[in-house]
């Protein structure tokens, strides 16, 4: 038997008070299960005692429970242990049974079959319901079925800049005091990335921190939860894919240089890899934008990483790569707001091709544009999208220049990437 009621206790005398916001809204009586998924470490937790926090404004303690499902004095978790968990707080608690309760559940995944206990607690109770996890399945559409649509899902990235801003103390303005403060924290930021244990750490600190952030997903989120055999693979894999961010991925051509290296693996092993860092929110892959499949499946896909500051564990050359860095974050920010991003090949390639709706859509990140050279490229790639696309507008971002270009095709406006991330918030 589980110690579910000493879990209950300590979360009743926990305090939830010192949460700095983040930028997401999420609804207390949706009447709906929330949803909060993300990668491990992006601040899900917090966000949760944030919702904690709010609630006991106008709701006693006792109805509100947090239960950390990573708890090591929960495992082995079985099926039977979240109804044990209903039980023992309907003991603690009975005068709550005709009261509205709030239950919150962090790192969901980790107990077996908890889909068929949710369904049955927001079917059955007087509750609104609250989970956390590490899994891109929690958002599938095999999940939203089992729990007959009752989800609303959000997904929880690192901290991006403004919230970054946030954590620092930092509140945007245009004083040349407050512009220098905002740069500096965006240099700081390119480094060290959105984790929020690392805010204000010292590179060292950011360096162990974001290395055993890289153990435990590849570990735990990895290696565990999909049984994985090959270590060595997966280690040589996650290497690569957070030393060459922002560049397009060719599964063949990887496949063939670890087999030139020795490492014993087949496609669908790699494959399997991948998807399995992509569930666990570790990367993301970016397809071209065209209306053939098969110029989609043809084409290799863009790859990115859930922080930029995982470059510099695996990448001692990360100080001479910023553009890629710069790319990473541009994609994280247009990640946030949309699931449906595209990079653009034609004469010139595009980084980010928009949906319809999104204003603007075609984006181009480029750190230095000083060369003429680079400076065509850029304007030219936009200029071709805009015509092929019949847009009016397009955006290029870079590290300090700020101008607008009228060309043929439309407006192009260059601005830097600080300044877009605090625009945009």
Same mark, same amino acid.
């Given at each position: ?143 939203? !079925?089992? @729990? ?5 899902? #959000?997904? &929880?990235?690192?901290? +991006?800049? *403004?919230?970054?801003?946030?954590? %620092? ?105 991948? !998807?399995? @860092? ?5 990367? #993301?892959? &970016?397809?071209?934008? +065209?209306? *053939?499949?098969?110029?989609?499946? %043809? ?127």
């Amino acid at each position: 038997m589980k110690p579910w009621k000493r879990i209950i206790a300590d979360s009743q005398e926990r305090d939830y008070c010192h949460v700095v916001s983040r930028d997401i809204e999420i609804p207390l009586d949706s009447g709906k299960i929330i949803s909060l998924i993300g990668v491990r470490r992006s601040g899900k937790t917090n966000i949760l005692y944030a919702l904690i926090h709010r609630l006991r404004q106008t709701v006693l303690a006792d109805s509100i429970v947090y239960i950390n499902l990573e708890d090591d004095r929960l495992f082995p978790l079985t099926p039977h242990d979240l109804a044990e968990f209903l039980d023992s707080y309907y003991e603690l608690y009975p005068h709550n049974r005709d009261r509205r309760v709030y239950f919150f559940f962090d790192e969901i995944q980790n107990a077996p079959e908890w889909e068929r206990f949710i369904r049955r607690l927001g079917d059955t109770e007087n509750c609104s319901v609250f989970v956390t996890g590490s899994s891109a399945k929690l958002l599938s559409h095999e999940i939203a !079925s089992s @729990l007959r649509g009752r989800t609303i899902p #959000f997904e &929880v990235f690192p901290l +991006s800049f *403004s919230e970054y801003l946030r954590f %620092r103390d930092i509140k945007p303005g245009h004083s040349s005091r407050t512009v220098s403060l905002i740069k500096n924290a965006f240099a700081e930021y390119c480094r060290s990335g959105g984790f929020p244990e690392t805010v204000g750490a010292d590179d060292l600190r950011v360096k162990q921190i974001l290395h055993e952030y890289l153990q435990m997903i590849m570990y735990r989120d990895v290696a565990d939860r999909h049984k994985v055999g090959n270590l060595f693979l997966l280690k040589s894999l996650i290497k690569h894919c957070y030393a060459n961010i922002s560049n397009p991925l060719s599964l063949s051509k990887l496949y063939n240089d670890f087999r030139s290296q020795g490492i014993q693996l087949s496609r669908n092993t790699l494959f399997d890899y991948i !998807s399995y @860092l992509e569930d666990a929110y570790a990367l #993301f892959l &970016v397809p071209v934008n +065209s209306a *053939s499949q098969r110029e989609v499946m %043809r084409n290799p896909r863009k790859l990115y990483a859930i922080d930029h500051g995982l470059k510099a564990v695996v990448d001692l050359a990360t100080g001479a790569d910023i553009g890629r860095i710069y790319e990473n974050i541009v994609f994280l920010q247009l990640r946030r707001t949309c699931q449906t991003i595209c990079y653009g090949r034609q004469k010139q390639e595009i980084d980010f091709v928009l949906p319809e709706g999104k204003s603007p859509r075609l984006i181009n990140v480029a750190y230095d544009i000083s060369d003429l050279a680079t400076r065509n490229r850029e304007l030219n790639g936009l200029r071709e999208g805009m015509l092929g696309l019949g847009l009016q507008e397009a955006l290029l971002l870079t590290a300090d220049l700020e101008e607008d270009v009228q060309t043929d095709a439309g407006m192009i406006r260059i601005m830097p990437l600080w300044k877009w991330l605090v625009a945009i918030s």
